[in-house]
């Protein structure tokens, strides 16, 4: 099942499914582009995880950690499919990066691996963007990681059956490839995440867990249309703008 946050013609927020006829709410369709699509959750945080891809580690001259490598971005920076992100001004390089997001189900902490599905609600896509002039000088990535709207998450929360463990994700700017991996490729796998984050802080219902980006990222530019597209979930869209 494909679960859509959405806010109808009248202005009510709703949660239906979106199915090959459209998003059905209370025996309603409605056109997909005839409503505001809304992040698929509300999260009080995204942990994200960075260098889960040896791949992406190699392209970005680093060492493959030996745990996950843990950040943070808070709910100001999320955005919605179909979105416009608004660059940070004055930024040379922001990025682009594809990752699969878990979101949580219900409460949890100190998840044993093999408990830790029993937690999740389902999955959907993501775009880490990502300011690298900033990242790149910080200790804690705030300021490269943070910022505004700079979490496009959906459009869907796919039912964990729906994903294959190896399914393929990738993402498309202006309809060319840029990244094309498997899930298959994880470093660290979701349970093996969700035991490492909850050993250390709560994970409430809706709070996303991001499980890194494959190689092939790249900078974004102005009027940019960005696709991240992972088996099983529909497309996330989401443009660009600097200022």
């Known amino acids: 099942m494909h679960r859509v946050r959405f806010c109808d013609p009248a202005g009510s927020v709703r949660t239906g499914e979106w199915t090959d006829e459209g998003i059905v709410f209370d025996g309603r369709t409605y056109a997909p582009e005839s409503v505001e699509i809304l992040p698929p959750c509300e999260p009080t945080k995204v942990v994200c995880v960075g260098r889960n891809y040896a791949k992406h580690a190699a392209e970005t001259n680093s060492e493959i950690p030996d745990r996950p490598l843990l950040f943070l971005k808070p709910p100001n ?44 609600a389902g999955f959907t896509c993501l775009d880490d963007v990502s300011n690298r002039d900033d990242q790149r000088i910080e200790r804690n990535w705030v300021r490269g990681k943070a910022f505004d709207n700079s979490c496009p998450i959906g459009p869907v929360l796919a039912t964990p059956e729906e994903v294959p463990e190896d399914a393929r994700i990738s993402l498309r700017v202006n309809g060319e490839t840029r990244q094309d991996s498997t899930l298959s490729r994880f470093i660290f796998t979701v349970p093996e995440l969700i035991a490492e984050i909850t050993s250390y802080m709560t994970l409430e219902a809706g709070d996303v867990v991001s499980t890194g980006t494959p190689e092939g990222v790249a900078p974004l530019s102005d009027g940019d249309r960005v696709e991240v597209d992972i088996e099983g979930i529909r497309t996330l869209e989401h443009t660009v703008r600097r200022d």
């Open 77 to 120: 920076a999320l955005s919605a499919h179909g979105d416009t992100v608004p660059l940070p001004a004055g930024k040379e390089r922001v990025e682009h990066e594809a990752e699969l997001a878990v979101v949580i189900g219900e409460q949890c902490r100190n998840v044993p691996e093999e408990e830790a599905m029993e937690y999740v």
